[in-house]
């Protein structure tokens, strides 16, 4: 069990590390000279289906565990009581088929699954009743049963995460704040940065953006955060704003930089990385009559650029994807906007075309 005393990251670094994070500083800003591209590419992403879901979920950030692909928790139906799940999913990829796994002690919606000192840990969410929630629950072993590991230093959900080395990253996400406009509590958006490490959480620099419903992904030692969701009210009214910004945080330097934007908005999109290079799936409009996107990128980290891949078959948003030697595996989400047409959907995206 760790503290959650938040304690101010020491960022003076050790000599030994120094021309690494100068070599780093100087890579990002001849990068950040390189536009995006926006042409299709030329190669033949494949897309092919694999077992359905169990269960239709949406909100989902599933992972790798003990060479199994997990789901845990998401969100369900609007229509449907409860509208999130405590139900866990177990993928194995040798006999393509689904079993039950561990459930969680209560039903979440977008708990965050990362893995972290052979634990799975899943970080986060949103509760039907209780809103975003403090707890980080821990597995074990697909066999075991969810123990209550630590809190959050703020009740999260949407927000992005990521396990590097010794270190877990929280950052950003929707936290529970009374609004200065009509004194009525509200889910504002998070820029805040926390690094559990040591038995105690650290408070980081803050991500230059505040945003939920981003994407994340662990690339190099670095954790990329994509996209997203911002709220902003105007006259008292809520309106809501996607994003293109792309930013990394380095866990050596304590810093943060920005990368290349992606060529248009994205929310609630998945990513995950794959032969070396970051693909971006999906997402949620926000203007009426809010589109559901198919749309697929890729950013190559050595050039710093984006460009078009070939879209999914089906729109879906709020789905999770994982990387497996096969390709990407995409699951669940919703094919129309916010829980519409939640889905069983699993295929697997191959970027050549194998």
């Not at 390189?34 to 289906?49: H, M, Q, T």
Request: glycine share 10%; hydrophobic share 40%; charged share 20%.
């Amino acid at each position: 069990m760790g503290g959650v005393i938040v304690r101010e990251v020491n960022e003076n670094a050790a000599e030994s590390r120094l021309m690494r994070r100068r070599e780093f500083v100087g890579a990002m800003t001849m990068l950040a000279l390189c536009p995006w591209v926006s042409a299709r590419a030329e190669r033949k992403g494949l897309y092919r289906l694999r077992a359905p879901l169990t269960q239709p979920l949406q909100g989902i950030y599933p992972a790798l565990f003990e060479g199994e692909l997990i789901v845990c928790g998401g969100g369900v139906s609007l229509e449907l009581q409860p509208a999130s799940s405590n139900h866990s999913y177990i993928y194995s990829l040798r006999e393509d088929s689904w079993r039950v796994g561990p459930a969680l002690p209560s039903a979440l919606s977008r708990p965050y699954l990362v893995n972290y000192q052979q634990k799975l840990l899943a970080i986060g969410g949103y509760h039907e009743t209780e809103g975003s929630v403090r707890q980080v629950l821990s597995l074990d072993s697909l066999s075991a049963r969810w123990q209550r590991y630590l809190e959050l230093p703020e009740a999260r959900a949407a927000f992005a995460a990521a396990a590097i080395d010794s270190r877990l990253i929280i950052s950003g996400g929707r936290k529970l704040m009374v609004s200065n406009v009509d004194l009525l509590p509200r889910y504002v958006n998070a820029a805040e940065t926390f690094v559990y490490y040591a038995g105690y959480w650290h408070a980081a620099r803050p991500m230059p953006t505040p945003r939920s419903h981003c994407a994340t992904v662990v690339l190099e030692g670095r954790m990329h955060v994509i996209g997203g969701r911002q709220q902003v009210f105007l006259k008292g009214e809520e309106r809501l704003r996607n994003l293109v910004d792309h930013e990394v945080y380095d866990p050596e330097s304590g810093r943060w930089y920005r990368l290349a934007p992606l060529p248009q908005t994205h929310a609630d999109c998945a990513a995950a990385v794959y032969g070396g290079m970051i693909y971006l799936f999906g997402g949620e409009g926000v203007i009426a009559p809010r589109r559901v996107s198919k749309e697929v990128w890729q950013y190559d980290p050595s050039l710093n650029r984006w460009q078009s891949m070939p879209p999914m078959p089906v729109p879906r948003h709020a789905l999770g994807a994982v990387s497996m030697v096969d390709g990407i595996h995409l699951v669940g989400g919703s094919e129309k906007a916010g829980s519409a047409k939640v889905s069983t959907r699993h295929s697997v995206y191959h970027p050549e075309g194998k």
